[in-house]
């Protein structure tokens, strides 16, 4: 005899589907913002090591301090503003101006050929083959806007570490001493990426650890 499904059979699979489609459709549209926020969060250890290995100790420079190693949150022109961020330490070529310049950006461990950059304006281009595109959350992420709160500053937008991985706000350019006073991360620095269509996740930078992790996720 011919098999066939039952009406009951039917309605039990079209609600089966309707909630698996509720716990999908928000995952998927998650999947940037996490995106987004893992490679980030990836990037700032990756900083923080950085600043461990290289300590920029000198005797005979003044101005040591202001070299170590950071990670800056800026725009890219070439994609219409569109959210980047760069690694650099901020070397006497250009006068510790506070912005990387093209030879002081970090390097790609991955590929020698490309600059940990998403692209900044007056230095580096996205579509420049030098760029790392995925550091431009913008282009690569759909990230409409950053926010910094807690811990840091929103004018600034940087974090750099010392010799201990221990995290730094506000620009070293304005520094006179290795520790400025108040300026050691007290209490956590947070970071909003968001899709104003979609929602925000949230990533912190914990005091003195450094340690970079996700803290809060929100869908519209």
């Known amino acids: 005899m011919k098999k066939s499904f039952t009406i009951l059979e039917l309605v039990f699979a079209i609600v089966l589907i309707g909630i698996l489609a509720i716990e999908i459709i928000p995952r998927m549209k998650s999947n940037l913002l996490e995106q987004a926020a893992y ?13 461990i290995i290289d300590d920029k100790y000198n005797s005979n420079d003044k101005d040591w301090y202001k070299k170590r190693w950071q990670i800056i949150f800026g725009q890219s ?9 760069s690694i650099f330490s901020d070397n006497a070529t250009d006068d510790d101006d506070a912005k990387p310049g093209l030879t002081e950006l970090a390097l790609d461990p991955t590929d020698p050929n490309k600059y940990l950059s998403g692209g900044y304006t007056g230095i580096l281009k996205t579509s420049d083959a030098a760029a790392n595109k995925k550091m431009n959350l913008g282009l690569s992420y759909d990230i409409e806007k950053y926010e910094f709160g807690g811990g840091c500053s929103s004018r600034t937008r940087r974090i750099s570490f010392d010799h201990y991985g221990r995290p730094i706000k506000d620009s070293l350019a304005t520094y006179v001493s ?43």
């Open 39 to 51: 490679q980030l969060i990836s990037d700032i250890r990756y900083t923080q090591h950085l600043a």
């Open 77 to 85: 022109y070439d994609t219409k503003q569109k959210l980047a961020y």
């Open 178 to 220: 290795a520790y400025k006073k108040g300026k050691l991360l007290s209490r956590a620095c947070t970071i909003k990426l968001i899709n104003e269509s979609e929602g925000y996740i949230v990533i912190s930078i914990e005091p003195e650890t450094g340690y970079a992790h996700i803290t809060d996720l929100k869908l519209f």
